[in-house]
């Protein structure tokens, strides 16, 4: 499929605004690890990040092949510059505390599952191929998220206020998951991209549904930010960058 | 009770773990037994998760996607093996909670290797290398400990370890034969956690309390001194085929015994981080306090729905 | 006053076929946290295809102190056993 693509640098873009969110996403979780509200949970965010880790590395595979320059994964992963890395805002922000960290993982799982169900029936089969044996991961990390949603909630005064604090927080990065890039176009044109902004409105409405069983109430503020998938990220980004990037840019050209 | 009856029950117990029988929790078992468990296995279950630390602190940093995901397994491992352990010990009618508040509190402790910091990716490699390598020298005898739930849960621990030495050596090859700045760095980190590692397997024979009374119920097979001799002549060929230097003049192989003699050991260090004045004592302890504070909400919400839920179902059977 | 995470039993079924073996305990909050619990904790190395949870304070044990009476008198049953009847060798098989 991708040798008749005239030009397979719109597909790279288009596998790295997927498998940015992951890396990133899973970098934070990364954090967490050692340090979660017990033991058990420490123990399912870590598999969360483990699955995401995974998947990163598949699509940077396959964006490595396509590149055909001799480029690894992990070039790939470390030794971009901060607005070469695709992914949305929503999956940088920090684990300010445990309701953010299931804000975070909500708000973006319920998209994840979206985008990868659509992606099964990409035709470009490596694509395809990847999104079906994500999504059983990713169906998992939905429930679990939105199981943690109605537990904070609907669970204690206190964690009511702080599960709403971070979805009023979390809730203005949100809009740019349906934002469509050049690169998003593109392969919508190709059969091989999603058309990830016809499920707005059902994206809203599922995590509505769920907000409300949780009793928090869905956020009305209609203003958004957006930037990351066109590379301007938050403040948050070079920080992140900082740590991921350590080793290769402190010792380059090494074998680890 | 009687004394003379007490005696009697006492006799029948160690006669049959002398018959190689397993106790389990419901029992009839010695207070001291219930207790020295109680205390062997919590200050297992706290290493485990204080363990944690020092390797989650390179997770954001390893250097390839691959060593990422290895070594978030590893310490997710390392989770799961403080959650059987703490299981084992709740078998004994001691909650995770207390046993955590006397983590908190500094009341138990926990392996002092920890409490050394982790300051370059080649100490990744070390622990694995060095510090699960004595863990398993110790774990292995207690797959057949007298009490049941431990010997289980150290069956599961030990099938699930055998990736992390392996996952720490091959980080260490890797350095040696990379560039000559790669290989500086692990020999600097052999000659960080050389020593620790060696003090991990406990104090010599002479300062060591417990022992007998350990070998009896199986808690120990080998003494600390022995235990540290088969060590030493497992890892000196490995350190061998790195190429690395261990960083002991003293040490050679001894022709007449068979085995490394090896130098004196430093105690006071050892001494020192015991007692709370390693590197790190404050700051792995304070880790766990803070990750145990802030989770408190989160733990009272998830109990109050279920709560919530609970009332719900009764509300709708009537 | 909070109140502390029950604890689970969790058995798991290692593939179809086998029966629900006891794989150890954890804490959760409730049933299907406790069944998420189990599937991290225990699961993770592709170790099971169904898990069973039930809280530990519902498990009724016997007590080892009446395990004279419990469990000793099947131990002179020896005609349950096949070994107890005497055949030729001619017949086998059976």
């Known amino acids: 499929m991708s040798s008749t693509l005239k030009d397979s640098r719109l597909l790279e873009n288009y596998i790295l605004t997927i498998a940015d969110n992951s890396l990133i996403l899973a970098q934070r979780l990364g954090e967490l690890c050692g340090h979660g509200p017990n033991l058990e949970t420490d123990i399912a965010l870590t598999n969360i990040s483990l699955d995401l880790l995974g998947q990163t590395r598949s699509y940077y595979q396959y964006a490595a092949k396509l590149a055909g320059d001799g480029k690894t994964e992990d070039d790939i992963a470390f030794l971009r510059i901060e607005r070469e890395y695709k992914n949305c805002l929503l999956v940088e922000q920090p684990n300010t505390h445990f309701g953010y960290v299931i804000g975070r993982q909500f708000l973006f799982d319920v998209y994840h599952f979206m985008l990868l169900e659509k992606l099964q ?36 005064e206190e964690s009511n206020q702080k599960m709403q604090e971070a979805i009023n927080d979390l809730w203005r990065f949100t809009d740019e998951l349906f934002y469509m890039t050049d690169a998003e176009n593109a392969m919508v044109e190709e059969g091989i991209g999603i058309d990830i902004s016809a499920f707005k ?15 928090l109430a869905v956020p009305e503020n209609k203003y958004f930010n957006k930037g990351g998938k066109e590379g301007v990220h938050t403040e948050h980004m070079g920080y992140i960058l900082a740590d991921l990037q350590y080793m290769q840019r402190t010792y380059p050209n090494m074998q680890w | 009770m009687s004394e003379k009856e007490i005696k009697n029950l006492e006799a029948i117990f160690e006669a049959r773990i002398a018959r190689d029988e397993k106790i389990e929790p419901k029992d009839w078992m010695p207070e001291k037994y219930r207790q020295t468990h109680i205390r062997q296995m919590s200050q297992h279950a706290h290493s485990e998760i204080i363990g944690m630390l020092p390797e989650g602190n390179w997770i954001t940093r390893a250097p390839s996607l691959r060593r990422k995901a290895a070594l978030l397994a590893k310490v997710q491992d390392e989770a799961g093996h403080g959650l059987y352990l ?16 006397q983590l908190h509190s500094g009341k138990a402790k926990y392996s002092s290797i920890f409490n050394y910091p982790t300051i370059t990716w080649a100490d990744m490699g070390a622990i694995g290398w060095l510090v699960d390598g004595a863990a398993i020298i110790n774990q292995v005898p207690l797959c057949n400990t007298s009490f049941g739930p431990y010997a289980r849960a150290m069956v599961r621990v030990c099938k699930e370890e055998s990736f992390h030495q392996r996952q720490g050596y091959e980080i260490m090859l890797t350095l040696c034969r ?71 003049p003293d040490l050679k192989w001894n022709e007449e015994t068979g085995h490394y003699d090896f130098g004196e050991i430093d105690w006071d260090e050892f001494w020192q981080v015991v007692k709370g004045h390693g590197p790190c004592n404050k700051e792995r302890l304070g880790a766990r306090v803070d990750a145990w504070n802030n989770g408190k909400w989160v733990r009272d919400a998830a109990m109050a729905y279920a709560e919530k839920k609970e009332a719900n179902k009764l509300k709708q059977a009537i | 006053m909070s109140k502390n995470w029950p604890l689970w039993e969790i058995f798991v079924r290692s593939k179809n076929g086998l029966e629900h073996r006891h794989f150890g305990s954890l804490h959760a909050a409730d049933a299907e946290m406790a069944l998420e619990n189990a599937r991290d904790v225990y699961t993770r190395r592709n170790e099971g295809v169904s898990i069973w949870v039930v809280e530990s304070k519902n498990i009724t044990a016997s007590n080892p102190e009446h395990n004279g009476e419990m469990f000793e008198p099947a131990q002179d049953k020896v005609y349950r056993h096949p070994t107890f009847y005497d055949l030729p060798d001619e017949v086998k098989h059976m």
């Open chain 1, 121 to 156: 029936n990409s035709e470009d089969e490596t694509l395809a191929a990847i999104a079906k044996k994500s999504i059983k991961e990713v169906s998992y990390h939905k429930r679990f998220s939105g199981d943690w949603i109605k537990r904070l909630g609907d669970g204690t």
């Open chain 2, 178 to 248: 990379g560039t000559e700045e790669q290989k500086a760095m692990a020999q600097d980190a052999l000659n960080r956690w050389w020593w620790p590692s060696l003090m991990m397997l406990g104090p010599t024979d002479a300062e060591s309390i417990h022992t007998e009374q350990s070998m009896k119920w199986k808690l120990k097979r080998k003494s600390n001194d022995e235990l540290r001799q088969q060590f030493i002549d497992q890892t000196v060929p490995q350190a061998d085929i790195l190429g690395l230097t261990i960083p002991d």
């Open chain 1, 201 to 215: 409105e059902s994206y809203y409405s599922q995590v509505s549904e769920i907000l409300k069983e949780a009793t």
């Open chain 2, 86 to 101: 703490y299981s084992a010990c709740e078998t004994l009618g001691i909650s995770r909670d207390e046993l955590y508040e």
